[in-house]
């Protein structure tokens, strides 16, 4: 398996969401055999569509992930890191940290899980790429403001 990226998002991407997709495109596919299927995540107004090609000389299958089921996941995931930022930034106890780094976990978990289910008809997820997968889909998909884009990977 891989995954790619749809390639004209990048002409409107700053240099530091294009970088930090890069990096979740290396998490992604350092643990995949490069084989197919192939996957590759597209940016549209309803949320995302992720093309799968079963062969590179096949059709892709395609599925929409719609907003309605990445918001839940986007909004708690996006409220962790700038509290991450706020309590990183501001020196507060180690305890404080360790709470909302647990918390981005449970939210990589249950988002991992609703894509491993949404895929589950097109192909088989394992739980950390699908757990990585997301991590990818929010840095797309997400209106992340610019000076928190880099500051995901902290913690």
């Known amino acids: 398996m ?3 990226l749809d390639p004209t998002l990048y002409a409107a ?7 930090e997709w890069r990096m979740a495109l290396m998490d992604l596919n350092g643990d995949c055999d490069g084989q197919p299927p192939t996957l ?3 940016r ?14 096949c059709e892709p299958l395609r599925l929409a992930v719609r ?6 996941h986007f909004r708690e995931y996006r409220h962790v890191i700038e509290q991450l930022v706020r309590y990183g ?4 106890g ?17 988002a991992g899980e609703m894509l491993q289910r949404a895929l589950s008809g097109f192909v088989q997820l394992e739980h950390r790429l699908a757990r990585r997968l997301f991590t990818l889909i929010f840095l797309v998909a997400s209106e992340l403001p610019e000076e928190l884009v880099t500051r995901h990977r902290h913690r």
């Not at 991407?13 to 970088?19: F, G, H, L, S, Y």
């Not at 907003?67 to 839940?72: D, I, M, V």
């Open 67 to 72: 907003h309605e089921a990445l918001r839940p």
């Open 40 to 42: 590759t995540v597209f």
């Open 94 to 110: 180690m305890r404080q940290l360790e709470t909302l780094d647990y918390a981005k976990k449970l939210v990589h978990d249950e």
């Open 2 to 4: 891989k995954f790619r």
């Open 13 to 19: 991407a700053t240099p530091e969401r294009e970088r």
């Open 89 to 92: 930034d501001n020196a507060y």
């Open 44 to 57: 549209h107004e309803a949320g995302v569509e992720i093309a799968i090609h079963p062969e590179e000389v």
